[in-house]
Protein backbone atom coordinates (compact mmCIF):
# COMPACT_ATOMS: atom_id res chain seq x y z
CA UNK A 1 0.00 0.00 0.00
CA UNK A 2 1.43 3.51 -0.20
CA UNK A 3 -1.53 5.51 0.67
CA UNK A 4 -3.12 5.74 3.74
CA UNK A 5 -6.09 3.14 4.73
CA UNK A 6 -7.36 0.94 7.70
CA UNK A 7 -7.91 -3.09 7.61
CA UNK A 8 -9.28 -5.07 10.21
CA UNK A 9 -7.14 -4.21 13.72
CA UNK A 10 -3.34 -5.55 13.25
CA UNK A 11 -3.69 -6.39 17.05
CA UNK A 12 -5.33 -5.53 20.83
CA UNK A 13 -3.55 -4.42 23.98
CA UNK A 14 -4.26 -3.11 27.38
CA UNK A 15 -2.29 -1.35 29.70
CA UNK A 16 -2.64 -2.39 33.20
CA UNK A 17 -0.34 -2.49 36.32
CA UNK A 18 1.95 -0.09 33.94
CA UNK A 19 2.46 -3.34 31.13
CA UNK A 20 0.95 -3.33 27.97
CA UNK A 21 -0.45 -7.00 27.38
CA UNK A 22 -3.01 -9.35 25.82
CA UNK A 23 -6.70 -8.37 27.32
CA UNK A 24 -7.30 -11.08 29.67
CA UNK A 25 -10.39 -13.28 29.97
CA UNK A 26 -12.74 -10.59 31.92
CA UNK A 27 -12.09 -7.83 29.33
CA UNK A 28 -14.29 -7.59 25.93
CA UNK A 29 -13.30 -5.32 23.70
CA UNK A 30 -16.57 -5.05 21.12
CA UNK A 31 -17.08 -3.08 17.99
CA UNK A 32 -20.41 -2.17 17.03
CA UNK A 33 -20.57 -0.39 13.54
CA UNK A 34 -18.15 2.16 14.13
CA UNK A 35 -18.26 2.67 17.89
CA UNK A 36 -15.70 1.16 20.25
CA UNK A 37 -16.63 -0.65 23.58
CA UNK A 38 -15.06 -1.96 26.17
CA UNK A 39 -16.24 -4.42 29.42
CA UNK A 40 -14.61 -5.55 32.27
CA UNK A 41 -15.67 -8.03 34.98
CA UNK A 42 -12.68 -7.32 37.46
CA UNK A 43 -9.27 -5.91 36.03
CA UNK A 44 -9.00 -2.23 35.92
CA UNK A 45 -7.47 -1.03 32.29
CA UNK A 46 -5.71 1.99 32.22
CA UNK A 47 -5.42 1.95 28.37
CA UNK A 48 -6.67 0.58 25.62
CA UNK A 49 -4.49 0.11 22.52
CA UNK A 50 -5.61 -0.41 18.90
CA UNK A 51 -2.97 -0.96 16.12
CA UNK A 52 -3.34 -1.60 12.18
CA UNK A 53 -0.99 -2.62 9.39
CA UNK A 54 -1.22 0.67 7.13
CA UNK A 55 1.92 2.38 5.35
CA UNK A 56 2.20 6.21 4.29
CA UNK A 57 3.00 8.29 1.10
CA UNK A 58 6.64 9.44 1.32
CA UNK A 59 6.25 13.12 2.28
CA UNK A 60 3.10 12.32 4.25
CA UNK A 61 1.89 14.99 6.43
CA UNK A 62 0.40 15.33 9.69
CA UNK A 63 -2.18 17.23 11.37
CA UNK A 64 -3.83 16.67 14.87
CA UNK A 65 -5.35 18.41 18.00
CA UNK A 66 -4.27 19.39 21.97
CA UNK A 67 -5.55 17.32 24.76
CA UNK A 68 -7.33 21.07 25.96
CA UNK A 69 -6.21 24.23 25.15
CA UNK A 70 -3.04 24.79 23.10
CA UNK A 71 0.46 25.68 23.75
CA UNK A 72 2.01 27.69 20.39
CA UNK A 73 2.53 23.52 19.22
CA UNK A 74 -0.24 23.22 16.74
CA UNK A 75 0.45 22.27 13.73
CA UNK A 76 1.30 20.13 10.22
CA UNK A 77 4.67 17.88 10.61
CA UNK A 78 6.25 14.99 9.02
CA UNK A 79 5.40 11.69 10.80
CA UNK A 80 6.91 12.01 14.78
CA UNK A 81 6.81 8.45 16.25
CA UNK A 82 6.29 9.59 19.50
CA UNK A 83 4.17 12.35 18.89
CA UNK A 84 0.66 11.41 20.29
CA UNK A 85 -2.00 13.45 18.24
CA UNK A 86 -5.54 13.70 20.23
CA UNK A 87 -8.99 13.41 19.14
CA UNK A 88 -8.12 13.62 15.09
CA UNK A 89 -5.62 12.73 12.87
CA UNK A 90 -5.18 14.11 9.41
CA UNK A 91 -3.24 13.20 7.17
CA UNK A 92 -2.37 14.60 3.30
CA UNK A 93 -0.58 12.17 0.63
CA UNK A 94 0.19 13.93 -2.36
CA UNK A 95 -3.04 16.05 -3.44
CA UNK A 96 -5.29 13.64 -1.25
CA UNK A 97 -6.45 13.70 2.23
CA UNK A 98 -7.30 11.49 5.16
CA UNK A 99 -8.85 11.91 8.25
CA UNK A 100 -9.27 9.14 11.49
CA UNK A 101 -10.95 10.92 14.23
CA UNK A 102 -13.38 10.12 17.58
CA UNK A 103 -16.80 11.83 17.77
CA UNK A 104 -17.06 14.52 20.56
CA UNK A 105 -18.19 13.32 24.18
CA UNK A 106 -15.67 10.09 24.58
CA UNK A 107 -15.65 8.25 27.47
CA UNK A 108 -12.12 8.15 27.26
CA UNK A 109 -8.85 10.39 26.18
CA UNK A 110 -8.33 9.39 22.52
CA UNK A 111 -5.50 9.60 20.56
CA UNK A 112 -3.40 8.59 17.72
CA UNK A 113 0.08 7.44 16.75
CA UNK A 114 1.59 7.24 13.29
CA UNK A 115 4.49 5.45 12.10
CA UNK A 116 6.24 3.89 9.20
CA UNK A 117 4.44 0.62 9.53
CA UNK A 118 0.83 1.09 10.83
CA UNK A 119 -1.23 3.58 13.07
CA UNK A 120 -2.42 3.11 16.55
CA UNK A 121 -5.47 4.83 18.42
CA UNK A 122 -4.87 4.93 22.30
CA UNK A 123 -7.85 5.16 24.41
CA UNK A 124 -7.17 6.67 28.42
CA UNK A 125 -9.44 4.87 30.49
CA UNK A 126 -7.74 5.77 33.77
CA UNK A 127 -10.19 7.25 36.85
CA UNK A 128 -7.51 9.41 38.44
CA UNK A 129 -4.33 7.49 38.38
CA UNK A 130 -5.77 3.99 38.23
CA UNK A 131 -7.20 1.81 35.87
CA UNK A 132 -11.00 2.35 35.25
CA UNK A 133 -13.38 -0.12 37.79
CA UNK A 134 -15.85 -1.29 35.05
CA UNK A 135 -17.53 -3.69 37.04
CA UNK A 136 -19.13 -5.58 34.38
CA UNK A 137 -20.43 -2.01 32.85
CA UNK A 138 -19.77 -1.25 29.07
CA UNK A 139 -17.57 1.80 28.37
CA UNK A 140 -18.08 3.40 25.22
CA UNK A 141 -15.25 4.62 24.68
CA UNK A 142 -15.74 6.29 21.18
CA UNK A 143 -17.05 5.87 17.96
CA UNK A 144 -14.75 6.76 15.02
CA UNK A 145 -15.34 8.69 11.81
CA UNK A 146 -13.06 8.27 8.86
CA UNK A 147 -12.59 9.11 5.63
CA UNK A 148 -9.47 8.26 2.72
CA UNK A 149 -7.81 9.08 -0.05
CA UNK A 150 -10.13 12.10 -0.78
CA UNK A 151 -9.21 14.98 -3.41
CA UNK A 152 -9.34 18.24 -1.51
CA UNK A 153 -7.19 20.88 -0.24
CA UNK A 154 -6.38 20.11 3.37
CA UNK A 155 -8.05 23.15 4.93
CA UNK A 156 -11.55 22.39 3.22
CA UNK A 157 -11.26 18.66 4.23
CA UNK A 158 -10.29 19.27 7.70
CA UNK A 159 -13.41 21.32 8.54
CA UNK A 160 -15.89 19.18 6.57
CA UNK A 161 -14.51 16.13 8.53
CA UNK A 162 -14.59 18.12 12.09
CA UNK A 163 -18.46 18.52 11.31
CA UNK A 164 -18.93 15.11 11.00
CA UNK A 165 -17.61 14.66 15.08
CA UNK A 166 -19.99 16.86 16.44
CA UNK A 167 -23.52 15.89 15.87
CA UNK A 168 -25.07 19.18 17.55
CA UNK A 169 -22.63 21.73 18.34
CA UNK A 170 -23.86 24.99 20.58
CA UNK A 171 -23.01 28.11 19.42
CA UNK A 172 -23.72 31.68 20.48
CA UNK A 173 -27.33 33.32 18.99
CA UNK A 174 -24.81 36.11 18.10
CA UNK A 175 -21.33 37.11 17.55
CA UNK A 176 -19.65 37.85 20.68
CA UNK A 177 -17.21 40.35 21.32
CA UNK A 178 -16.50 42.99 23.67
CA UNK A 179 -13.89 43.68 26.58
CA UNK A 180 -11.77 41.51 29.40
CA UNK A 181 -9.94 43.58 32.30
CA UNK A 182 -7.26 40.69 32.82
CA UNK A 183 -4.39 41.78 30.42
CA UNK A 184 -3.70 45.07 32.08
CA UNK A 185 -5.28 44.85 35.65
CA UNK A 186 -3.78 41.48 36.23
CA UNK A 187 -6.06 40.69 39.11
CA UNK A 188 -5.68 44.36 40.51
CA UNK A 189 -9.45 45.96 39.67
CA UNK A 190 -12.57 46.94 41.90
CA UNK A 191 -15.87 47.99 40.94
CA UNK A 192 -14.94 51.48 40.33
CA UNK A 193 -12.82 50.02 37.68
CA UNK A 194 -14.71 47.59 36.09
CA UNK A 195 -17.73 50.34 35.73
CA UNK A 196 -15.33 52.48 33.83
CA UNK A 197 -14.11 49.84 31.78
CA UNK A 198 -17.46 49.36 30.86
CA UNK A 199 -18.13 52.85 30.35
CA UNK A 200 -15.35 52.28 27.85
CA UNK A 201 -16.26 49.14 26.03
CA UNK A 202 -19.89 50.55 25.54
CA UNK A 203 -18.85 53.81 24.09
CA UNK A 204 -15.87 51.51 21.73
CA UNK A 205 -19.76 49.61 20.03
CA UNK A 206 -21.69 53.03 20.39
CA UNK A 207 -24.72 52.70 18.02
CA UNK A 208 -24.04 48.59 17.33
CA UNK A 209 -27.08 46.63 17.82
CA UNK A 210 -25.34 43.58 19.52
CA UNK A 211 -24.22 44.89 22.34
CA UNK A 212 -20.71 43.84 23.77
CA UNK A 213 -19.82 42.40 26.42
CA UNK A 214 -17.01 43.17 29.48
CA UNK A 215 -15.84 40.24 31.47
CA UNK A 216 -14.98 40.69 35.03
CA UNK A 217 -11.74 38.36 35.28
CA UNK A 218 -10.41 36.95 38.30
CA UNK A 219 -9.73 39.34 41.41
CA UNK A 220 -13.21 39.88 42.23
CA UNK A 221 -13.51 36.94 44.70
CA UNK A 222 -13.74 37.37 48.58
CA UNK A 223 -10.15 36.11 49.04
CA UNK A 224 -8.13 37.79 46.05
CA UNK A 225 -7.36 40.20 48.25
CA UNK A 226 -5.52 38.23 50.03
CA UNK A 227 -3.20 37.27 47.11
CA UNK A 228 -3.38 34.16 48.32
CA UNK A 229 -5.79 31.72 45.89
CA UNK A 230 -7.74 32.54 43.08
CA UNK A 231 -10.71 30.17 44.05
CA UNK A 232 -13.83 30.70 46.38
CA UNK A 233 -15.64 31.36 48.17
CA UNK A 234 -17.40 32.86 45.08
CA UNK A 235 -18.75 36.64 46.64
CA UNK A 236 -17.70 39.84 45.99
CA UNK A 237 -14.36 40.83 47.94
CA UNK A 238 -14.25 44.67 49.60
CA UNK A 239 -13.11 45.87 46.69
CA UNK A 240 -16.61 45.13 44.24
CA UNK A 241 -19.55 44.25 46.54
CA UNK A 242 -22.54 42.73 45.88
CA UNK A 243 -21.91 40.75 42.60
CA UNK A 244 -25.41 41.41 41.47
CA UNK A 245 -25.50 44.78 42.25
CA UNK A 246 -21.95 45.19 40.06
CA UNK A 247 -23.62 43.30 37.07
CA UNK A 248 -26.79 45.48 37.46
CA UNK A 249 -24.35 48.68 37.10
CA UNK A 250 -22.38 47.07 34.22
CA UNK A 251 -25.86 46.51 32.49
CA UNK A 252 -26.70 50.31 32.84
CA UNK A 253 -23.57 51.34 30.81
CA UNK A 254 -24.57 49.34 27.89
CA UNK A 255 -22.93 46.05 28.18
CA UNK A 256 -23.66 42.57 28.85
CA UNK A 257 -22.02 41.17 32.01
CA UNK A 258 -19.48 38.68 32.02
CA UNK A 259 -17.41 36.91 34.90
CA UNK A 260 -14.47 34.62 35.70
CA UNK A 261 -14.32 31.95 38.00
CA UNK A 262 -12.51 28.13 38.90
CA UNK A 263 -15.09 26.10 40.26
CA UNK A 264 -12.68 23.43 41.66
CA UNK A 265 -10.85 25.35 43.98
CA UNK A 266 -12.02 27.13 47.06
CA UNK A 267 -10.86 28.27 50.80
CA UNK A 268 -14.18 27.50 51.72
CA UNK A 269 -14.69 24.69 55.06
CA UNK A 270 -16.20 21.80 52.86
CA UNK A 271 -16.81 17.95 53.64
CA UNK A 272 -13.56 16.36 53.49
CA UNK A 273 -14.72 13.95 51.26
CA UNK A 274 -15.46 16.90 48.62
CA UNK A 275 -11.48 17.64 48.57
CA UNK A 276 -8.87 15.60 46.53
CA UNK A 277 -5.95 17.88 47.70
CA UNK A 278 -5.25 20.34 49.86
CA UNK A 279 -2.31 22.96 50.17
CA UNK A 280 -1.74 27.03 51.21
CA UNK A 281 -4.07 28.14 47.79
CA UNK A 282 -7.08 26.07 48.82
CA UNK A 283 -8.87 22.82 48.99
CA UNK A 284 -9.10 21.84 45.35
CA UNK A 285 -12.21 19.56 45.19
CA UNK A 286 -13.03 16.14 43.55
CA UNK A 287 -15.53 16.15 41.03
CA UNK A 288 -16.41 13.05 41.08
CA UNK A 289 -18.20 13.49 44.08
CA UNK A 290 -21.81 14.19 43.47
CA UNK A 291 -21.99 16.57 45.93
CA UNK A 292 -19.15 18.24 44.71
CA UNK A 293 -21.23 18.57 40.75
CA UNK A 294 -24.51 20.34 43.19
CA UNK A 295 -21.52 22.62 44.47
CA UNK A 296 -20.54 23.83 41.10
CA UNK A 297 -24.05 23.95 39.68
CA UNK A 298 -24.96 25.77 42.59
CA UNK A 299 -21.99 28.51 41.91
CA UNK A 300 -22.46 28.61 38.32
CA UNK A 301 -26.58 29.10 39.37
CA UNK A 302 -25.62 31.95 41.32
CA UNK A 303 -23.50 33.77 39.44
CA UNK A 304 -26.12 33.73 36.46
CA UNK A 305 -29.05 34.92 38.41
CA UNK A 306 -26.63 37.54 39.79
CA UNK A 307 -27.39 38.86 36.16
CA UNK A 308 -24.23 37.82 34.73
CA UNK A 309 -24.76 36.87 31.00
CA UNK A 310 -21.50 34.91 30.22
CA UNK A 311 -19.46 32.75 32.66
CA UNK A 312 -15.99 32.05 31.65
CA UNK A 313 -14.65 28.78 34.17
CA UNK A 314 -11.25 28.42 34.33
CA UNK A 315 -8.69 25.55 35.41
CA UNK A 316 -10.42 22.76 35.58
CA UNK A 317 -8.19 20.66 33.56
CA UNK A 318 -5.52 21.58 35.66
CA UNK A 319 -7.20 21.24 38.85
CA UNK A 320 -8.19 17.38 37.67
CA UNK A 321 -5.37 16.23 35.99
CA UNK A 322 -2.54 18.04 38.14
CA UNK A 323 -1.29 19.02 35.11
CA UNK A 324 -1.50 21.84 32.02
CA UNK A 325 -2.54 20.13 28.75
CA UNK A 326 0.93 20.30 27.15
CA UNK A 327 2.64 18.30 30.18
CA UNK A 328 2.98 14.55 28.62
CA UNK A 329 0.45 12.57 31.02
CA UNK A 330 2.52 9.24 30.13
CA UNK A 331 2.46 7.06 33.07
CA UNK A 332 1.42 9.12 35.79
CA UNK A 333 -0.94 12.19 35.99
CA UNK A 334 0.22 15.24 38.04
CA UNK A 335 -2.27 14.49 41.01
CA UNK A 336 -1.27 11.49 42.65
CA UNK A 337 -4.68 11.45 45.09
CA UNK A 338 -7.27 8.98 44.09
CA UNK A 339 -10.53 10.36 43.17
CA UNK A 340 -13.85 9.04 45.18
CA UNK A 341 -15.42 7.19 42.29
CA UNK A 342 -12.95 4.86 40.11
CA UNK A 343 -15.84 2.82 38.36
CA UNK A 344 -16.03 5.66 35.51
CA UNK A 345 -13.11 7.32 33.33
CA UNK A 346 -11.25 10.54 33.57
CA UNK A 347 -13.48 11.36 30.57
CA UNK A 348 -17.02 10.64 32.27
CA UNK A 349 -16.24 12.63 34.95
CA UNK A 350 -15.18 15.81 33.06
CA UNK A 351 -18.11 15.40 30.65
CA UNK A 352 -20.46 15.08 34.16
CA UNK A 353 -18.81 18.09 35.71
CA UNK A 354 -18.80 20.06 32.27
CA UNK A 355 -22.51 19.00 31.86
CA UNK A 356 -23.06 20.69 36.03
CA UNK A 357 -21.53 24.24 34.85
CA UNK A 358 -24.07 24.20 31.96
CA UNK A 359 -27.13 23.19 34.21
CA UNK A 360 -26.39 25.60 36.62
CA UNK A 361 -25.65 28.40 34.17
CA UNK A 362 -29.26 27.99 32.46
CA UNK A 363 -29.62 30.74 29.47
CA UNK A 364 -26.04 32.17 30.09
CA UNK A 365 -23.24 31.81 28.08
CA UNK A 366 -20.44 29.18 29.00
CA UNK A 367 -16.80 30.42 27.83
CA UNK A 368 -14.45 27.08 28.84
CA UNK A 369 -10.73 28.20 29.62
CA UNK A 370 -8.50 25.34 30.40
CA UNK A 371 -10.99 22.53 29.48
CA UNK A 372 -11.32 19.51 26.87
CA UNK A 373 -12.80 20.96 23.69
CA UNK A 374 -13.57 17.25 23.03
CA UNK A 375 -15.47 16.81 25.76
CA UNK A 376 -17.18 20.53 25.67
CA UNK A 377 -18.60 20.18 22.54
CA UNK A 378 -22.52 20.72 22.53
CA UNK A 379 -22.08 21.91 25.90
CA UNK A 380 -20.39 25.17 26.00
CA UNK A 381 -21.01 27.89 23.74
CA UNK A 382 -17.32 29.62 23.34
CA UNK A 383 -14.17 27.52 23.66
CA UNK A 384 -10.61 29.13 24.70
CA UNK A 385 -8.33 27.88 21.69
CA UNK A 386 -4.84 28.04 23.42
CA UNK A 387 -3.21 29.30 26.10
CA UNK A 388 -2.93 32.94 27.59
CA UNK A 389 -2.35 35.97 25.21
CA UNK A 390 -0.53 38.86 26.59
CA UNK A 391 -0.87 42.36 27.78
CA UNK A 392 3.04 42.33 28.73
CA UNK A 393 5.09 40.04 26.20
CA UNK A 394 4.12 40.51 22.00
CA UNK A 395 5.45 36.80 21.53
CA UNK A 396 2.96 34.89 24.25
CA UNK A 397 0.56 36.59 22.05
CA UNK A 398 2.02 35.83 18.50
CA UNK A 399 2.94 32.11 19.59
CA UNK A 400 0.20 31.12 21.97
CA UNK A 401 -2.58 33.88 19.92
CA UNK A 402 -2.24 33.18 16.14
CA UNK A 403 -1.13 29.69 15.90
CA UNK A 404 -4.43 28.00 18.48
CA UNK A 405 -6.50 30.33 16.17
CA UNK A 406 -5.62 29.25 13.08
CA UNK A 407 -4.66 25.56 13.66
CA UNK A 408 -8.42 25.48 15.32
CA UNK A 409 -10.29 27.18 13.35
CA UNK A 410 -11.94 24.61 11.62
CA UNK A 411 -13.55 23.90 14.72
CA UNK A 412 -15.41 26.82 15.04
CA UNK A 413 -18.92 26.49 14.17
CA UNK A 414 -18.40 22.61 14.17
CA UNK A 415 -18.26 22.33 18.12
CA UNK A 416 -18.60 25.85 19.41
CA UNK A 417 -17.17 29.40 18.77
CA UNK A 418 -13.51 29.50 18.88
CA UNK A 419 -11.91 31.97 21.07
CA UNK A 420 -8.24 33.31 20.59
CA UNK A 421 -7.55 34.87 23.34
CA UNK A 422 -7.52 38.99 24.05
CA UNK A 423 -5.58 41.60 22.72
CA UNK A 424 -3.69 43.54 25.32
CA UNK A 425 -3.98 46.84 24.28
CA UNK A 426 -1.32 48.01 26.61
CA UNK A 427 1.84 50.30 26.25
CA UNK A 428 4.25 47.08 26.67
CA UNK A 429 3.18 45.60 23.30
CA UNK A 430 4.20 47.24 20.42
CA UNK A 431 1.01 48.61 18.86
CA UNK A 432 1.92 48.05 15.67
CA UNK A 433 2.12 44.44 15.87
CA UNK A 434 -1.06 44.33 18.57
CA UNK A 435 -3.26 46.51 15.82
CA UNK A 436 -2.80 43.48 13.49
CA UNK A 437 -3.56 40.80 16.34
CA UNK A 438 -6.90 43.08 16.71
CA UNK A 439 -7.62 43.15 12.83
CA UNK A 440 -7.32 39.48 12.20
CA UNK A 441 -9.17 38.57 15.78
CA UNK A 442 -12.21 41.21 14.22
CA UNK A 443 -12.65 39.40 10.98
CA UNK A 444 -11.98 35.94 11.95
CA UNK A 445 -15.42 35.51 12.95
CA UNK A 446 -14.27 33.93 16.12
CA UNK A 447 -15.24 36.18 19.54
CA UNK A 448 -13.04 39.00 20.06
CA UNK A 449 -12.43 40.14 23.13
CA UNK A 450 -10.56 43.78 24.44
CA UNK A 451 -8.04 44.25 27.68
CA UNK A 452 -7.77 47.89 27.24
CA UNK A 453 -7.09 50.16 30.21
CA UNK A 454 -8.87 53.45 28.97
CA UNK A 455 -7.10 55.88 30.26
CA UNK A 456 -4.31 54.71 28.35
CA UNK A 457 -5.69 54.43 24.46
CA UNK A 458 -4.70 56.64 22.49
CA UNK A 459 -7.01 58.35 19.81
CA UNK A 460 -5.64 55.77 17.08
CA UNK A 461 -5.82 53.00 19.39
CA UNK A 462 -9.40 53.92 19.99
CA UNK A 463 -10.51 54.12 16.38
CA UNK A 464 -8.76 50.37 15.82
CA UNK A 465 -11.18 49.24 18.27
CA UNK A 466 -14.35 51.10 17.17
CA UNK A 467 -13.20 49.77 13.63
CA UNK A 468 -12.74 46.31 15.57
CA UNK A 469 -15.74 45.59 16.91
CA UNK A 470 -18.07 47.12 14.26
CA UNK A 471 -16.50 43.99 12.40
CA UNK A 472 -16.44 41.75 15.18
CA UNK A 473 -20.65 42.58 16.07
CA UNK A 474 -22.46 41.31 12.50
CA UNK A 475 -21.84 37.66 11.26
CA UNK A 476 -19.26 37.19 8.50
CA UNK A 477 -17.79 34.18 7.15
CA UNK A 478 -14.75 32.74 9.45
CA UNK A 479 -11.47 33.73 8.21
CA UNK A 480 -9.44 31.16 6.67
CA UNK A 481 -5.50 30.39 7.27
CA UNK A 482 -3.76 29.77 3.82
CA UNK A 483 -0.28 28.63 4.95
CA UNK A 484 -1.45 26.64 7.42
CA UNK A 485 0.70 23.56 6.30
CA UNK A 486 3.80 25.50 5.83
CA UNK A 487 4.07 27.35 9.40
CA UNK A 488 3.15 27.60 13.16
CA UNK A 489 2.04 31.35 12.85
CA UNK A 490 0.11 31.82 9.34
CA UNK A 491 0.48 34.94 7.71
CA UNK A 492 -2.17 35.19 4.76
CA UNK A 493 -5.35 35.18 5.46
CA UNK A 494 -8.28 34.95 3.58
CA UNK A 495 -11.33 37.50 4.97
CA UNK A 496 -14.54 38.25 3.39
CA UNK A 497 -12.85 40.93 1.54
CA UNK A 498 -9.85 39.14 -0.09
CA UNK A 499 -6.62 37.99 1.13
CA UNK A 500 -4.74 39.83 4.24
CA UNK A 501 -1.01 39.52 4.65
CA UNK A 502 0.13 39.76 8.47
CA UNK A 503 3.88 40.68 9.59
CA UNK A 504 3.89 39.23 12.33
CA UNK A 505 8.05 39.17 13.46
CA UNK A 506 8.57 43.09 11.87
CA UNK A 507 11.83 44.21 13.84
CA UNK A 508 11.44 41.61 16.60
CA UNK A 509 13.44 38.57 16.99
CA UNK A 510 12.18 36.20 20.19
CA UNK A 511 14.47 36.11 23.25
CA UNK A 512 17.54 37.95 21.74
CA UNK A 513 19.36 41.10 21.10
CA UNK A 514 19.57 40.43 17.59
CA UNK A 515 17.08 42.25 16.75
CA UNK A 516 19.01 45.42 15.61
CA UNK A 517 21.23 43.09 13.10
CA UNK A 518 18.45 41.18 11.36
Same mark, same amino acid.
Given at each position: /??????????????? /?????????????????????????????????????R?????????????????????? $??????????????????????????????????????????????????R???????????????????????????? =?????????????????????????????????????????AD?????????????????????????????????????????????????????????V????? =???????????????????????T?????????????????A??????????H???????????????H???????????????????????????? #??????????????I??????????? #???????????????? /?????????????????????????????????????????L????T??????????????? #?A???E?????????????????????????????D?? #??????? $????????????
Amino acid at each position: /MNAFTLQQPLEIRVL /MDNRWQKPPADVAIDWQGDALYMTAQTSAVECLGIRWRTEFAPGARFFGDAWERGYGDLG $WSGMIYERVLPWYMAVREGEACSFIGAETGCGALIGFLADADGVTLLADTRAGNQGVALGGRSLHICTLHTAFNVPKPS =YAFVCENLKALCAHPLMPSAPVYGGNNWYYAYGRSSREQILADSAFIAEMADGLENRPFMVVDDGWQLRADEQVTNGGPWIGNDRFGDMAEVACRMRETGVRPGIW =YRPLLTTEEVKPSWIRHEEKAGRTLDPSNEEVLEYVRDVSRALAQQGFELLKHDFSTFDFMGDWGFVPHGDRLGNPSPIADSSKTNAEHLLRLYAAI #REGAGDAMVLGCNTIGHLTAGLFEIQ #RTGDDTSGLDWERTRR /MGINTLAMRMPQHGAFYACDGDCVGSTQEVPWALNSQWLTLLAHSGTPLFVSADPQKQSDIQ #RAAIREAFAVASVPHAPARPLDWEDTTCPSRWTFDDGE #RRFHWAD $WYAPNTINIYWR
